[in-house]
């Protein structure tokens, strides 16, 4: 296993040194005698590994300065910098690697940050509005990007806000924030099972939502991860959260409510 | 000194030890390491990743000649190292500057020279 390991972690290394120096780093691994003096070994094939890639990274290009031009008619002369560089092909493929491992862990992180700073709604083409809507999450027309900024009277926010009609609350200061949540609030009625629910907002800055039902007291709402626009999750609640639904204006007009199992639909008032 | 040698001082620990394990004779890599344990008394040990590091440094600077494998040797992967006359003469003055070193240092702490003992 230990062995294995090794063999790939001298393949890692970059193909000039490879090619020298793989079999022998092989053979000595292979001299190793116990578990601690192939760990050692192991070890050391790591930093070299490290080494090789920061440190070394030149060592196997066949380096040609930069030739230095004659000065030209303004007596300033000029440096060609394109020289016959060129990485070697599994260089490449190496960075490749690397930058879309990076890439995945940055996009698989983003959700899990502690301050949703973009929040990203795609709503569907030639209605804005609808964004909330169930179709719409699946169609893309164009982005609405809410940023929370620290200055709440940013003047640069307010004239990328005026200025850019198709992104709606460009940049927006904290207050902008609740003019989204504005939109949840209000008297929701269901006939069957009678209920009279009320929405209201809760935190601005945590875009938190409260609920008010005679059955169910209060209860505070916050976006789903997943759907952060239409859905918000009961905190403290397992399996229960709020579904709201758009018209065809975008505006609120019912939700779905879904406790302990139980599952009530409100109409808006 | 030789300015070209000079700007290459101090070597490094590692690259020292190799270069005075081949003073001797050529040697694969697995020689080499054995050999600078050898001469160190087991302190200072080198990994095979540090060891074709410092070699290939060696080599670029045609300190070190890569003579490949030998006939009739136990195992085909290895390779033969050779010191070159640049790289004896790096080790030159690397011991001239250490001596120089190892002078000064017993001056200071007034350590009697070995040899009046």
């Keep these: 296993m230990l062995r294995r390991l090794y063999r790939c972690a001298v393949r890692l290394h970059p193909s000039s040194f490879r090619r020298r120096f793989g079999d022998e780093m092989q053979y000595i691994f292979d001299q190793q005698r116990g578990t601690p003096a192939a760990l050692a070994v192991m070890l050391d094939c790591v930093l070299s590994l490290l080494r090789q890639w920061t440190l070394r990274a030149h060592v196997g290009f066949d380096l040609v300065p930069a030739p230095l031009r004659s000065p030209t008619s303004d007596h300033i002369p000029s440096f060609d910098s394109l020289d016959k560089f060129q990485p070697r092909p599994s260089a490449m493929i190496h960075g490749a690697l690397l930058s879309l491992i990076l890439l995945y862990m940055t996009v698989f992180a983003v959700p899990y940050s502690w301050m949703h700073v973009l929040n990203l709604h795609i709503p569907e083409a030639g209605n804005p509005n609808q964004h909330l809507s169930r179709h719409s999450e699946k169609s893309s027309a164009h982005l609405q990007v809410d940023v929370i900024p620290t200055e709440a009277d940013d003047p640069h926010s307010k004239s990328i806000a005026s200025s850019s009609p198709r992104i709606h609350a460009a940049v927006l200061p904290p207050r902008r924030a609740a003019i989204l949540l504005d939109q949840y609030v209000g008297k929701y009625i269901s006939k069957h099972p009678p209920a009279n629910i009320s929405i209201q907002i809760e935190d601005y800055r945590a875009e938190r939502l409260s609920l008010s039902m005679a059955a169910a007291g209060h209860l505070s709402l916050a976006p789903s991860p997943v759907s952060p626009g239409r859905v918000f999750v009961i905190v403290g609640a397992q399996n229960s959260y709020v579904d709201f639904t758009a018209d065809a204006q975008g505006r609120i007009c019912s939700l779905s409510l879904v406790l302990n199992g139980k599952v009530i639909t409100a109409q808006r008032q | ?117």
Excluded: F
């Design chain 2, 1 to 117: 000194m030789d300015e070209k040698i000079d700007s290459h001082l101090p070597l490094s620990t590692a690259s020292l030890h190799i270069l005075l394990a081949l003073a001797g004779e050529d040697l694969h890599g697995y020689g080499i390491m054995q050999e600078i344990a050898r001469q160190s008394e087991g302190i200072y040990r080198l990994g095979p990743g540090t060891l074709y590091d410092n070699l290939q440094k060696l080599i670029q600077r045609a300190w070190v000649q890569e003579l490949g494998p030998r006939r009739g040797d136990d195992d085909p992967r290895r390779r033969y190292y050779r010191l070159t006359d640049g790289g004896r003469d790096v080790l030159r003055a690397e011991t001239a500057r250490l001596t120089q070193v190892v002078r000064e240092a017993r001056s200071r702490l007034r350590i009697p020279n070995p040899g009046r003992i």
